[in-house]
């Protein structure tokens, strides 16, 4: 195998470079996937029936905290990244445990959030209103969920095999992955909660 | 569910012997791969096998095994409206039959030809030694076939869809279509619908990045170019049906309450879910074959293609259009005056670019020294039955006048004279024209000529009724009519003519056997005096596609290369690297249908634990070490002896 010392690890062969390539095009498709549910959601917001709409169940405080979690963790696999290009794999591990630790907490607080809509009634089968909101959010943790399964695999092999064209190679798909939950939260954010809230 | 409910389908005698012939058919495959000792040979060289050559003969097998399953539900179908009042399929089959036999031949026929095609194709076309992802590559085959056969077992176990294969809301809802018809639906497209994108994300990096050196994008070959635009197609639309699916899945399981009736669903939400993939899908069908004819017929009009830029802006209008026309599906179920003319307007404007394709291919033609080989014929039939089924199309694009022909039999017959000139022909010219890269040896011709007759001419025999039918007011889907009507005169032409079609498809398939048993072997690798550079390597062509890849400078680099005398294939032979066979996609996928089976019954925990299983095999694969392996400089000199010939 072919290796280009003068580009990052995660770059450095044709097949790794192809990897990047393919995840980009497969993010395209996700993007597509989330695009049709907002579209959904966006049909049948108002369409409550005789069950309550956004602002009736909508808390400001844990969706907050949520983005707050979720955009910290961004933050703190971009600079996993950063160590991975520095070749510091210690630094690079711990980055990636404090985001799948963050995404964790997202997650929590995103459960805790379903079942008190539950306790209020507001179950996914009230109304179309609460079907497509319950499937946006729930897909989107559905995402997070996987994502901290599969941080976990590769922080396993990183810790096993050490940084090389394959690891890095991998982590750094994964980075992508979560960077673009991050984006796709953030417009969960603005225009399901806020927007909600607001009218 | 008693076990009378579960096998429901079987008190039918037509479906029963279906069933049975197809259980038969399996016992006598395991039986004779038993039998023969050829379970590891079979094993080691199909089912794990990540060659995409491979893979591709794997699509067009399962193509042509469903071309004759959708096949045998049209003549059903037409035997049952042969002669008003007839008893030979009840209402209820008949939902189901047209049902299946409208999924079957998009999804798991059309669709899985145009794949098996590009397979083959499309790495030897454009100088590649395989795909960007061949693992991938597998994982897609056996999604999609693990969703065709869920599908299938429909027919066996529990009742298969029957609420029409654009399933509308509230018809596909537990109200109306109570059976687990339509549970299968939503996960058998699923299963098939993951794999198709897959591909599509495989193919568009194939595409962009592993091109021989010097062929620009300018300089790829039409089918190539096709291609692409397929799969970026498929990798905007998929994802629209993946979600519409996931959510009737929903409303139809877990009570949510999306395309309900009340609780403020919206059953138009699934007619516009649908078409916003399923009018691209029409195009995701009928591109790949518009670059095969534009190969067939560059090749034996021996020219170069006419005005190729323009075919490639064509295609390239046509696909963003494809997004943009969704609604001509249902002008009649009540938007605006505004909605229906902007959309009318849209899909009419696709007659354009389409337009200057049909002329581009005629003025290739133009004083050229044409040979009527079979693919040749068959895309010289395309062109003025393709042009019938446009026309009628411009027709149908006029909101007003739909009101008439809305949900005729005269929409039937418009697209099937789209569907078949373009995808069938299309990928019939493809199977004929490829047949030799593919297995070394040619398909005989006047046997593949003899199937192109009666195919032409049935069809037209079979269809062209159904247009005066449905200007006459018959109604799409309808089971049966009374003699009254005077309907039945045209019905049964059109019988004889889908017996006619039967007979066809049969010489096709004989042609298989004929050729296997009759035909030369080692075949030049340029049978056809070729254009591309697929004709540059041996067939069949070997693993690695070629010892040494092309370097290229122009369009058509392989025809001057050969008319100059060049040989663009020489050059010193290095080792190549391979990956390596792996079973688990077929193990994964196994675990997927066994997920999406028991998922159709609402079995939940044994659903969960297969996917357990699954999601393992995948942590599995992501642990593997598995680097490939180098195909020899030894070896690659021998295999290129043996294929040229001389030993
Ligand atoms: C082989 C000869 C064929 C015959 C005789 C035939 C005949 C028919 C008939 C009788 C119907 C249903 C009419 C009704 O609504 O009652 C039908 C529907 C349909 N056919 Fe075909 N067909 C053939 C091939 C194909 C092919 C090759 C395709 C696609 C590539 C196709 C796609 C469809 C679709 C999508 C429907 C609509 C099903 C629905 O209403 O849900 N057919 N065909
Ligand atoms: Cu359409």
């Known amino acids: 195998m072919k290796i280009d010392s003068s580009l990052p690890l995660e770059y450095s062969t044709e097949e790794n470079r192809l990897k990047i390539f393919g995840f980009w095009i497969f993010l ?42 979720l955009l910290a963790s961004s933050f703190t696999i971009g600079l996993g990244v950063h160590a991975m290009r520095l070749g510091n794999k210690k630094a690079m591990m711990t980055f990636f445990i404090i985001t799948l630790i963050l995404g964790l907490g997202f997650l929590g607080i995103e459960i805790d959030e379903f079942v008190t809509y539950v306790h209020e009634g507001a179950t996914i089968t009230t109304s179309a209103f609460l079907s497509a909101l ?46 673009f939950l991050d984006v796709v939260w953030i417009f969960i954010f603005s225009f399901v909660y806020l927007k909600g809230l607001i009218s | 569910m008693s076990m009378e409910e579960l096998f429901h389908p079987l008190q039918e005698p037509m479906i ?35 060659d995409h050559k491979k893979i591709g003969i794997m699509y067009i097998a399962v193509a042509l095994l469903m071309l004759f399953r959708g096949g045998i539900d049209a003549l059903l179908m037409r035997a049952q409206t042969a002669v008003p009042d007839n008893g030979l399929l009840d209402a209820q089959h008949y939902n189901e039959i047209f049902t299946t036999h409208g999924l079957i031949m998009i999804l798991f026929m059309a669709m899985p030809f145009v794949i098996g095609l590009m397979n083959i194709v499309i790495p ?54 109570p059976t687990v018809g339509n549970n299968y639906y939503s996960l058998a497209l699923q299963l098939s619908g993951i ?27 039409m089918f190539s170019w096709s291609i692409l635009i397929t799969n970026v197609i498929i990798v905007f639309a998929f994802p629209v049906l993946t979600v519409a699916l996931a959510l009737m899945m929903l409303d139809r399981q877990f009570g949510t309450k999306f395309f309900a009736m009340t609780d403020g669903g919206m059953d138009m939400l699934w007619a516009n879910l649908f078409w916003v993939w399923g009018h691209p899908e029409v195009y995701i069908v009928i591109l790949p074959a518009f670059g095969i004819f534009s190969e067939v017929i560059a090749t034996f009009a ?7 830029k323009s075919m490639v802006m064509s295609m390239v209008v046509i696909s963003l259009l494809s997004f943009l026309v969704w609604a001509h599906h249902f002008y009649t179920m009540g938007h605006g005056v505004m909605v229906n003319s902007v959309f009318s307007i849209t899909t009419m404007a696709i007659a354009v670019p389409t337009g200057v394709k049909m002329f581009n291919w005629l003025l290739t033609m133009r004083h050229g020294k044409i040979q009527f080989t079979t693919p040749m014929l068959y895309a010289l039939g395309f062109i003025p039955i393709f042009t019938i089924g446009g026309v009628t199309g411009v027709m149908l694009a006029m909101a007003s006048a739909d009101y008439q022909y809305h949900n005729t039999m005269f929409l039937v017959a418009h697209f099937h004279y789209v569907l078949i000139p373009g995808t069938v022909f299309g990928v019939l010219a493809g199977y004929h024209f490829w047949w030799p890269k593919m297995f070394g040896f040619r398909l005989n011709e006047k046997l593949g000529k003899a199937g192109f007759w009666f195919i032409a001419i049935s069809f037209n025999v079979t269809f062209f009724p159904l247009f005066i039918l449905g200007l006459d007011g018959y109604a799409r889907r309808m089971y049966t009519y009374s003699a009254s009507t005077g309907y039945g005169p045209l019905n049964m032409l059109s019988f004889i003519g889908a017996l006619g079609l039967a007979v066809g498809f049969a010489l096709i398939c004989y042609n298989i056997y004929y050729s296997w048993k009759h035909m030369p072997r080692n075949e030049k690798a340029d049978v ?12 069949p062509v070997p693993e690695y596609n070629f010892a040494i890849v092309p370097n290229v400078s122009r369009l058509d680099e392989f025809w001057f290369a050969k008319k100059e005398g060049r040989d663009i294939t020489a050059g010193k032979i290095e080792k190549i690297h391979m990956p390596n066979n792996t079973g688990t996609p077929f193990w994964t996928s196994g675990f997927l249908f066994l997920a999406a089976f028991f998922a159709v019954f609402s079995l939940w925990i044994p659903a969960i634990i297969s996917m357990l299983v699954v ?17 020899s400089v030894e070896e690659i000199t021998e295999t290129e002896k043996s294929l040229r010939g001389d030993k």
């Open chain 1, 28 to 69: 395209g498709a996700e993007i597509m996937l989330f695009a049709t549910l907002f579209a959904v959601y966006f049909t049948l917001h108002t369409r409550t029936g005789s069950g309550p709409d956004g602002a009736e169940i909508f808390e400001l405080t844990p969706v907050l905290l949520e983005t707050f979690l």
């Open chain 1, 134 to 179: 319950m499937t946006l959010l729930g897909t989107h943790g559905a995402h997070v969920t996987f994502g901290f399964f599969w941080g976990v695999a590769i922080l396993i092999q990183v810790a096993r095999r050490g940084l090389n064209p394959q690891t890095a190679n991998k982590a750094f798909i994964f980075s992508l992955y979560w960077h």
């Open chain 2, 16 to 50: 029963l012997a279906a069933a049975i012939s197809i259980v038969v058919g399996a016992v006598v495959v395991v039986a004779g791969l038993t039998y023969f000792k050829k379970w590891g040979y079979f094993y080691k060289n199909w089912l794990s096998t990540v």
């Open chain 2, 124 to 177: 030897l076309q454009i100088g590649a030694r395989d795909v960007a992802f061949p693992r991938l590559n597998a994982v897609s085959f056996w999604a999609f076939a693990a969703g065709c056969g869920l599908l299938n077992l429909s027919f066996i176990i529990g009742g298969s869809p029957d609420a029409g294969w654009t399933a509308y809301f509230p018809l596909a809802s537990t109200d109306f279509s």
């Open chain 2, 195 to 221: 794999g198709t994108l897959l591909t599509g994300v495989n193919f568009i990096t194939t595409i962009f990045k592993m091109r021989a050196p010097g062929m620009t994008l300018m300089k790829m070959p």
């Open chain 2, 302 to 308: 021996r020219k170069n293609l006419y005005g190729y």
């Open chain 2, 528 to 539: 056809w005096d070729g254009r591309s550079l697929e004709w540059a390597t041996h067939s």
């Open chain 2, 615 to 631: 999601f393992g095999f995948m942590a599995l694969r992501s642990f593997e070490n598995d680097h490939g392996r180098y195909i």
